[in-house]
């Protein structure tokens, strides 16, 4: 390697490592030891894996953190079956404009926060709600329904807030499979749920994990839709995590809750690829 | 099922009319939340009161408009001042590490590939708390051990600061990586052919080149920035960012303030978002 390329890599590592060592991996070392620590006295500390045992011994955080998981689990699922036909639509039915044009009104819902949007669902959802009156002036309901403040209202915002991360990378593999292929399927004898089945959802299937993986991710980590939808008596791991960090000032307790949401979202991450294949450089460079 | 292969006219309309349910589903909270910002009643919910400014203009209790509300402008002010921060520091990195991943062959580069991509899967509010706990117990070593007091290292806008752009700096590295890998390298050589040094064929080929994916990579940074909740939620002190600042009013109770305020930042995203495509466009 030429003395002036050797340079020149030197100075684009510096930041890179400097990013990544001082805002990614120290802070995360520093958290893995803060969950091992427990408070013995004022200011002192010993090693131990207490944290993790109340965790395991406490039946609340155990059903949060499985609660958690599943439901996470079936909105992303819920979310690839709403979006998939969507992103098909956009990227071989529509043609021209109207593709553009159907792919940027996708866009537009995510471009303000998703404050707003949870904020828009309990406009929709609450007793005095659009939709509680709809139902009473159509005469479905003779008096105010409450429909915000349980997990169907949770799923509903989940889904809402992570159909952009789902749908997009679903259209570009989406527009790579050339009708060719889709038309071939047809002639050698397959029907539009073969040809679904062989063809275009393997076809899909790199954009099906990233799309899969990235709503996970976001669900889980929620915090804003579990906490306004659900109300008072939702349970959601970050909930937890939040209270014992910032309310209850228990650091060590949430060091831990946080590295065991950690744990399992790179445990599902991990399987998800594994399952199907694929590699994290793949689906998400 | 593709338009070339002929199917029957029902599954057609049907599939069509799931398409329009679909962009109906996606539409109405955020046109409910628009319209509410005009009605004429303490709360954002019906009956229709009638149309007013009052929640945009308005300067007298109990209808005090968004342009007068100061708590709400100074958290605005916050959030641009953040974003503005986090998008130029990750749009610097973001190139920087563009240049590392595309233009080098060094060992262990896939490794650090993986871990630069790292960010996109750790969930938002670990990194958060991540963040604060390495820089409090970072705050307390100093105190300790030389009696130095440093703000910058406790939950604040500095923080909040490092938070987001520990993740969104991924971000501008994928948008800036996309486009250098697209770039036509003898373009570069015919500039050194030319006589040009390194640095300058960077500087006048390459980097024009990459300047839309660079205001991409900023208004994508910015946003992302502007809309972040989780991480902002564990990191932030007593100045507080827009979201923050709308979710503390949110759990007390909405008035119409915020479906005006949301009005106005469903506008700003928007105004961005065009100015970004415009750009996309020219390059």
New interface residues.
């Given amino acids: 390697m030429h003395r002036?390329?050797k340079l020149?890599?030197i100075?684009?590592?510096t930041?890179?490592l400097l990013?990544?060592s001082l805002?990614?991996?120290?802070?995360?070392i520093?958290?893995l030891l803060?969950s091992l620590r427990e408070r013995v006295g004022v200011g002192q500390y010993e090693i131990s894996l207490g944290n993790y045992f109340t965790f395991f011994t406490e039946p609340l955080y155990m059903v949060t953190f499985l609660r958690t998981a599943v439901m996470s689990i079936f909105a992303t699922i819920l979310t690839l079956l709403?979006g998939f036909?969507?992103a098909?639509?956009i990227a071989?039915?529509a043609?021209g404009r109207a593709q553009s044009a159907?792919f940027l009104?996708?866009?537009?819902?995510f471009?303000?926060?998703?404050?707003?949007?949870t904020?828009?669902?309990?406009?929709?959802l609450?007793e005095?709600?659009?939709i509680s009156?709809l139902l009473q002036s159509v005469g479905l309901a003779s008096g105010p329904v409450e429909m915000l403040y349980n997990d169907a209202a949770i799923m509903v915002g989940l889904v809402?807030t992570s159909?952009l991360f789902m749908v997009v990378p679903l259209i570009t593999t989406l527009e790579s499979l050339s009708?060719e292929v889709?038309?071939a399927g047809?002639d050698l004898g397959g029907n539009?749920f073969s040809?679904l089945r062989e063809i275009i959802i393997p076809h899909a299937m790199p954009g099906i994990v990233s799309g899969s993986?990235?709503v996970f991710?976001l669900c889980?980590?929620?915090?804003?839709t579990p906490t306004?939808l659900g109300g008072k008596e939702s349970l959601w791991f970050?909930e937890l995590?939040?209270s014992q960090?910032?309310v209850r000032f228990n650091?060590e307790l949430?060091?831990a809750f946080?590295?065991l949401?950690?744990i399992l979202?790179?445990v599902i991450?991990w399987g998800m690829l594994r399952l199907t294949g694929q590699s994290?450089?793949k689906t998400?460079? | 099922m593709i338009p070339s292969i002929p199917q029957s006219r029902f599954v057609t309309t049907a599939y069509t009319a799931y398409v329009v349910l679909f962009f109906i589903f996606l539409a109405l909270p955020l046109i409910v939340v628009a319209a509410f910002a005009f009605n004429d009643s303490q709360f954002p919910s019906l009956p229709w009161e009638g149309f007013t400014w009052n929640w945009f203009f308005g300067s007298e209790r109990p209808m005090i408009g968004a342009f007068h509300e100061r708590s709400i402008l100074r958290a605005i002010g916050t959030s641009v001042f953040v974003a503005f921060c986090v998008s130029a520091l990750s749009m610097v990195v973001g190139l920087s590490n563009a240049f590392l991943f595309n233009r080098y062959k060094f060992r262990g580069q896939s490794i650090l590939y993986v871990f630069m991509l790292l960010p996109l899967v750790i969930p938002g509010i670990v990194l958060g708390i991540s963040i604060l706990v390495a820089s409090s117990r970072l705050a307390n070593g100093l105190w300790d051990g030389f009696q130095w007091d440093v703000e910058a290292l406790r939950p604040g806008l500095w923080l909040v600061i490092l938070g987001q752009f520990s993740f969104i700096t991924t971000i501008a590295t994928l948008v800036i990586g996309a486009r250098l890998q697209k770039f036509d390298k003898t373009l570069e050589e015919a500039a050194l052919n030319l006589g040009a040094g390194r640095l300058t064929a960077i500087r006048t080929v390459t980097l024009p080149y990459l300047a839309p994916a660079m205001i991409g990579a900023f208004v994508v940074a910015f946003l992302m920035s502007f809309e972040n909740f989780n991480t902002t939620l564990m990191l932030v002190g007593s100045d507080a960012p827009l979201t923050i600042a709308m979710f503390d009013r949110l759990k007390e109770g909405s008035t119409p303030l915020l479906n005006a305020v949301s009005l106005l930042l469903m506008l700003g995203s928007s105004l961005l978002a065009l100015v970004m495509i415009a750009f996309q466009k020219k390059g």
Avoid at chain 1, 220 to 224: A, F, M
């Fill in positions: 002036e390329a020149g890599l100075l684009l590592l930041p890179f990013w990544l805002l990614i991996v120290i802070p995360h520093d958290l803060v709403i036909p969507v098909y639509y071989k039915m043609k159907l009104l996708c866009l537009v819902p471009w303000v926060s998703e404050l707003v949007r904020f828009g669902w309990m406009i929709l609450r005095t709600g659009i009156n809402y159909m009708d889709v038309e047809y539009g040809v993986i990235v991710m889980l980590g929620n915090y804003l306004m970050t995590i939040y960090f910032i650091w949430g060091a946080g590295f949401l950690l979202s790179s991450v994290l450089e998400m460079g």
